[in-house]
């Protein structure tokens, strides 16, 4: 997506585009400071069988991550979660999402207008231990971001780079790029 591209130009980071399906030493052969796992349509477990294992050795090797729609389904997979089909997708911009969990400091519990498009979610019944739930949905209590402890790695399921808020998520590229040092 090129505003999500945008914006983490806006946040200070150097882009580098690769596809989906390139391998792990493909991407550590670019020495990144950082990845970003981008939105994509469909079954996350469709993308899973190339793109989980990818993911994992980044993990393994504590390299930055942020990832938005299906990049944050397979980041959670990669972590050992499970996705599911949603009885009702969310599609459209207005969409109420919580800071949930610790670690927000004067922001926890913040609502943030965001834009979703989406079908299937992360089940938050199946975030293992160290991976904790960090945004969810006000309208159905679905997942809507997680954060890996220890890790430099977190995701949301909605889109940032819409800015539906129309600020209320740019935070998030800066935080991903604050990492990055």
Known sequence: ND???RNLVKAGARV?????????DEVLA???????????PGDPAATASYAVPVIAGLLERDIPIFGICLGHQLL???????TVKMHQGHRGANHPVQR???GWGDTAGLVEITSMNHGFAVDAATLP???????????????????????RAFGVQYHPEASPGPQDSFYLFEKFVGMLG
């Open 100 to 102: 949930v969990g610790e």
């Open 16 to 24: 580098t585009v690769v596809p989906a399906q390139v391998t792990l």
């Open 76 to 82: 959670a997979l990669a972590a050992g979660a499970r």
């Open 30 to 40: 670019l020495a990144p400071a950082g990845v970003f796992l981008s939105n994509g």
């Open 3 to 5: 505003n999500s591209f």
């Open 129 to 151: 231990p160290g991976v904790v739930e960090t945004h969810r949905s006000l309208f159905d209590g679905s997942n809507c971001g997680i954060a890996i402890i220890g890790k």
